[in-house]
């Protein structure tokens, strides 16, 4: 346990360093997530090696620098309602959780198996975090709006239904292409403009259901 708590310790340092982690409170929060909780147990010694680490089902928990840019461009505030679109292993909805305090996180993950690793992982670390096994493509139209959408993982096209779910006002991170790299996208709503800004290119795994990858 120790151990962790260093090595934890010196990649948020790392991460604040380069510039990546910027934000008070969600520095706080990447201090205060384990994410060994949310490996498999091969993989714990790995936890704070700055990498994108197998989960199940051909998934991966990111690398912790691309976690840490998502979040940082989320910009999740005290309270915010906030809907993720891929659970993978459930640590970046409980770095979601730590950062906004008192509101809301709802995610949705479409692979069962990987759906309930995320949920025993989330319960075990103590989160409560609204879980659903669905197509994340469809949002969550009944919990809608929300101020935040994050989706972790590639879209060949933004879901229209994503955009329908955000509030005036609200964030939403993905990153958009097909291929090996896609372009992380942050959308804004401004009443009722859609303003678009890239950040670069980065690799996930692809989204699946109707607005993505079929799954067989």
């Given at each position: ?22 934000t ?5 929060a990447?201090?205060?997530v ?12 790995s ?12 998934q991966?928990i990111?690398?912790?620098t691309?976690i840490a840019i998502?979040t940082?461009?989320l910009?999740?505030m ?7 679109i ?16 008192k ?8 692979i069962?198996e990987?759906y309930e ?5 989330l ?12 197509d ?15 989706v ?47 950040l ?17």
């Amino acid at each position: 346990m120790k151990e962790f708590n260093k090595q934890r310790s010196k990649l948020v340092d790392y991460l604040v360093t380069v510039g990546v982690l910027k934000t008070p409170r969600i520095i706080k929060a990447f201090r205060k997530v384990r994410r060994e909780e949310f490996l498999l147990d091969k993989n714990r010694a790995s936890a704070y090696i700055d990498e994108p680490l197998p989960i199940l089902s051909n998934q991966t928990i990111s690398q912790p620098t691309t976690i840490a840019i998502m979040t940082e461009a989320l910009n999740p505030m005290k309270g915010d309602r906030i809907l993720e679109i891929g659970s993978g292993s459930g640590y970046q909805a409980a770095i979601l959780m730590e950062s906004i305090i008192k509101g809301e996180v709802h995610t949705i993950e479409i692979i069962r198996e990987v759906y309930e690793f995320a949920k025993n992982n989330l319960l075990r670390a103590g989160y409560n975090v609204n879980i659903y096994c669905m197509d994340g493509g469809e949002g969550l139209p009944d919990k809608a709006p929300f101020d935040k959408i994050i989706v972790t993982c590639a879209a060949p096209v933004i879901p229209e239904p994503l955009i329908r779910q955000l509030k005036d006002g609200g964030v939403l991170v993905i990153p958009v292409g097909k291929g090996m790299s896609q372009e992380m996208t942050v959308i804004k709503k401004d009443k009722g403009r859609i303003i678009k800004e890239l950040l670069g290119l980065f690799a996930f795994v692809p989204l699946t259901g109707k607005f993505g990858v079929k799954l067989l």
